[in-house]
Every structure is written in C-alpha cells, then in structure tokens.
C-alpha cells in the first residue's frame, strides 16, 4: 500500500526559502514517477517538478531555478526545496506519485509566502 505523507509547509516571507518533504512507503523510486504539484485557490493543480526513475527531474518553467526537487533513498523522502518564494508561490503543495499505472496523492502542505 502506498502512502505519501508531507510535511514541512508553513508560512515565510517574500524571498525566503522553505523546504518541503514526502515520507513515501510502498513504492519504489526507480521505478516511479515522483513528484511535486501545487494548487492555489481558484486555480487547477499544477506540476511543479517530477523525477523519474530516481534520475530525470523536470521542472515547470515558473520554479526553473529557484526549486529542486531530490530524493533520499536512505530515508525514503521526496524534497522539494524552495527559495526565492515570491506571493505568487502560495498555494496547497501536494506530493505524487506514480507507480504500475496507478497515481497517488498526499495530503498536502500548505505554502504561503506573504510579508
């Protein structure tokens, strides 16, 4: 059974940075598609980054930069370190994974950047 659990979310000032973390049981990162979506109010959910196979990562164009997305395979997490927040950041980050065709979502972990 896989469980993706987050943590790490909060709130931070404009320009600072925060880390986000998945705690992830059941699956097995070489063989999945990991990764990190983000939904703000009103707003579709959207990717944010992904890693596949525990090698390629992508990026959206709005994070290319300033977000990096890693795995740590000792302690089974999928991070999501996040610098350069402006307001626009602000939305509920949810950890994905896909794995033998089916997807799977955390719970979520609510970002907002604001002063």
């Known amino acids: 059974q896989v469980q993706l659990v987050e943590s790490g979310g909060g709130l931070v000032q404009p320009g600072g940075s925060l880390r986000l973390s998945c705690a992830a049981s059941?699956?097995?990162?070489?063989?999945?598609?990991m990764g990190w979506y983000r939904q703000a109010p009103g707003k579709q959910r959207e990717s944010v980054a992904s890693i596949i196979g525990g090698l390629t990562t992508n990026y959206a164009d709005f994070v290319k930069g300033r977000f990096t997305i890693s795995l740590d395979n000792a302690k089974s997490t999928v991070d999501l370190q996040m610098t350069s927040l402006n307001p626009k950041d602000t939305a509920v980050y949810y950890c994905?994974?896909?794995?033998?065709?089916?997807?799977?979502w955390g719970q979520g972990a609510q970002v907002t950047v604001s002063s």
């Open positions: 059941g699956i097995i990162f070489s063989g999945a598609i």
């Open positions: 994905y994974a896909r794995s033998l065709g089916t997807n799977y």
